[in-house]
């Protein structure tokens, strides 16, 4: 069980490795972002992406399997108070394989609930030749396994 205490900061991580396909990418586009270069592989053909895209939220949902799988499961997780930032960087295509590189930017004990910490986590979701496709920015809230109220 990894705990609040556990988390590094400037510790990097990198995990994961999902094939992305041309069936859930139609699929979850079809469902949440109908745009034919998302939809449709010979109009995707004419688009400026040249291919079939995913959608950048699709490479959200797979970088969020990829965090649970990797840590969020064996983990003291509390949820998390929010994102700061998305950036979509490159164009994510069927057949690509995604990683993740993590890396802790900073962590505080909370002050209204002592028995819990928040880390701030920089992720970038990387295709199979290292180039970064999505930038994430987000807070993890974890239970300390100290609850002595030390706040270091």
Known sequence: ????????VGET????????????????ATAYGPLPFHTDPEAAK??????????GLLTCAIFMRLLVDHLLLDAASLGSPGVDE????????????????QQALSKRVLESRPEMGLVKNRFEVLNQHDEVVCEIASNGLFGRRDTSGATA
């Not at 069980?1 to 590094?8: A, K």
């Not at 991580?13 to 979850?28: C, D, K, L, P």
């Open 1 to 8: 069980m990894r705990y609040w205490e556990d988390f590094e």
């Open 13 to 28: 991580e990198r995990y994961g490795a999902y094939q992305v396909t041309e069936a859930e990418i139609i699929e979850f």
């Open 46 to 55: 004419d688009s400026p992406y040249g291919a079939l895209t995913a959608p």
């Open 86 to 101: 998305v950036r979509w960087l490159k164009p994510v295509y069927a057949g690509d394989t995604l990683s993740v590189r």
